[in-house]
């Protein structure tokens, strides 16, 4: 799963409106909005670090002159080394602080749900909003049946077709 800048204001919509409903967590009217923005905070400062660990491995890369299929195994190793979480533990950590922010939230008035349970709703919530990486990963994929992948070419082309998907799925 990945999270994409333009998701960030409706999850933390969606967490705080569910939680309240699920009588988990009391925010006030008036606190709401200061609520969601805390949410949003920990999410843009994740894809801040993404984004850092994305631009060092674009760069190592260009640097040491690897083909683009090589990139998610570099980035991994980039982001081991910022002890950055990515994928699904990235969703995790990100959940973790959302949950440790409403402890200490001078906009959160109550929190009653447990931990455990306000996990799986985030997690639910999560899968709901955050779009598969593999899923467009695969229609990229089948877009470029008549080509080899590795080639410059290649590379060049999926990663317009990548962009392109993304814009028409609204994550852009």
């Given at each position: 799963?990945?999270?994409y800048?333009?998701?960030?204001?409706?999850?933390?919509?969606?967490?705080?409106a569910?939680l309240?409903?699920?009588?988990?967590i009391?925010?006030?009217?008036?606190?709401?909005?200061?609520?969601?923005?805390?949410?949003?905070?920990?999410?843009?400062?994740?894809?801040?670090?993404?984004?850092?660990?994305?631009?060092?491995?674009?760069?190592?890369?260009?640097?040491?002159?690897?083909?683009?299929?090589?990139?998610?195994?570099?980035?991994?190793q980039?982001a081991?080394?910022?002890?950055?979480?990515?994928?699904?533990?990235?969703?995790?950590?990100?959940?973790?602080?959302?949950?440790?922010?409403?402890?200490?939230?001078?906009?959160?008035?109550?929190?009653?749900?447990?931990?455990?349970?306000?996990?799986?709703?985030?997690?639910?919530?999560?899968?709901?909003?955050?779009?598969?990486?593999?899923?467009?990963?695969?229609?990229?994929?089948?877009?470029l049946?008549?080509?080899?992948?590795?080639?410059?070419?290649?590379?060049i082309?999926?990663?317009?077709?990548?962009?392109?998907?993304?814009?028409?799925?609204?994550?852009?």
């Open positions: 799963m990945r999270l800048r333009s998701q960030i204001p409706g999850i933390a919509e969606d967490i705080i569910t309240q409903l699920d009588g988990d009391v925010v006030d009217n008036d606190d709401r909005t200061d609520a969601e923005q805390d949410i949003r905070a920990i999410m843009d400062e994740y894809l801040r670090q993404e984004s850092r660990v994305v631009q060092e491995t674009r760069e190592f890369m260009e640097q040491h002159q690897i083909t683009y299929d090589q990139f998610g195994r570099i980035k991994s980039f081991d080394k910022r002890s950055h979480p990515t994928g699904d533990e990235g969703i995790r950590w990100i959940m973790g602080q959302v949950l440790e922010n409403f402890m200490i939230s001078r906009y959160v008035a109550e929190v009653f749900g447990e931990d455990r349970k306000m996990r799986k709703t985030l997690m639910r919530l999560f899968r709901k909003h955050l779009v598969e990486e593999a899923d467009l990963d695969r229609e990229v994929r089948g877009r049946k008549n080509m080899r992948p590795g080639t410059d070419k290649w590379d082309e999926y990663r317009r077709l990548m962009d392109e998907v993304r814009r028409k799925r609204g994550l852009v």
